[in-house]
Structures are given as C-alpha cells and as structure tokens.
T-cell receptor
C-alpha cells in the first residue's frame, strides 16, 4: 500500500507548457505539502494545506497553483513552465496533533525536466 | 523555525559506526528532532525522532544533550545500502507549516 502517491514520476516538457502533478494520500492525514528539491538536495517547502485550506505559500511564483479537492488530494498545476522549474517535486502529508511520533510522510517524487 | 547545520558529506566503510551531528541553536520548546533518510530517486523516509536524551530503534540511535542545541544520529555497523542523504529536521510537526530541510549529509559507505 502506497501511503503518499504522486503521478507522474517523470515528466519532460517544453518551456511555456502547462503541466500538473497529482498527489493522493491514504493515511487519513489533515495536512499536506508540496516540496521542491533542487540539484543541491535542499528540500524547500512550497505549499502547506490543512483540511483543504491553504496555510502557507512560500514565495512561490503564481504560475504554481495547488488545488486540494479533498483532504486526501493535493495537486500541483504549473503554468508557463520555465527552465528553472526543472527539479524534483515531492508531495507529503502529516497527521494531526503534535508530539512524539508525528512526522512527515513523503511521496516518491516527480522529476520534472523543462527543455 | 529552528535552522539546522550538518556536514555536507561523510565517508565510511562497511561495519563502521557513523555519527552525524546536527546543530540547531535556536530550537524551541515544542520542537522535536527528526531524522530522515533519502535514497536516490526516492522520497525522504523517517528514521528516528526524539525530544531529549537518547532514543534507539532498530535502525539508529539519536543522542540529544540537555540543552537540545544539537543532536547526533548514530548508525551502527553501516552497510553499502546505508549510502544515502540524511536530513535533520527540527520543528513542531504539524503546527510548523513552513518546515524546510537543509542540504542534508551525504553518507557514502565503501566496501
């Protein structure tokens, strides 16, 4: 059973195109995230959603638009793709309630290459 | 947000113990310390988490001094399959919605 699944895993597209990455979690978590990992391995938070509501948008260009149709899904749509958007995008989720045992569960990543 | 600092890379040999230290001088009272492991072409996965003192599981041990300004992940008797990037994350999950990871520590295990 895949806890956090995202599709597609690999995506090669041309500059200027619009593309979407889908994410679903079957863990019953309230909070979902999108992270971007660059070539230097930094994992930067892009968006955080809690119960379908946007909580954080970390200075991401408005070409990136997340959409959460329900608590289990958080999709990422990217308009007018640029070369600098090439990266690995990770979807993640975490359970409610703080404290011991709470952690972030990551998907397998989506490798986006813009040419 | 507690910012973390950890070494960029470490080399080791099979059977040795690997210790990775993470500095987090600005850790807050509600923050937990969590370590993740990432293999190439995969997402990070949870290894261990602690608040203070020592935590041990089947994979690793985590040592946290009393002031909590640093933590050390200990991987006993590493094998080639432990070659990965290891991230230290400090925060109050899920109440910290802006948790970003550093560059992690690339551990390379050689035969």
């Amino acid at each position: 059973d895949t806890a956090v699944s995202q599709t597609p895993k690999y995506l090669v597209t041309q500059m200027g195109n619009d593309k979407s990455i889908k994410c679903e979690q079957n863990l019953g978590h309230d909070t979902m995230y999108w992270y971007k990992q660059d070539s230097k391995k930094f994992l930067k938070i892009m968006f955080s959603y809690n119960n379908k509501e946007l909580i954080i948008n970390e200075t991401v260009p408005n070409r990136f638009s997340p959409k959460s149709p329900d608590k289990a899904h958080l999709n990422l749509h990217i308009n007018s793709l640029e070369l600098g958007d090439s990266a690995v995008y990770f979807c993640a989720s975490s359970p409610p309630g703080r404290g011991s045992g709470n952690t972030i569960y990551f998907g397998e990543g989506s490798w986006l290459t813009v040419v | 947000l507690a910012k973390t600092t950890q070494p960029i890379s470490m080399d080791s040999y099979e059977g040795q113990e690997v210790n990775i230290t993470c500095s987090h001088n600005n850790i807050a009272t509600n923050d937990y310390i969590t370590w993740y492991q990432q293999f190439p072409s995969q997402g990070p996965r949870f290894i261990i988490q602690g608040y203070k003192t020592k935590v041990t599981n089947e994979v690793a041990s985590l040592f946290i001094p009393a002031d909590r300004k640093s933590s050390t992940l200990s991987l006993p008797r590493v094998s080639l399959s432990d070659t990965a990037v290891y991230y230290c994350l400090v925060g109050d999950i899920p109440n910290d919605y802006k948790l970003s990871f550093g560059a992690g520590t690339t551990v390379t295990v050689r035969a």
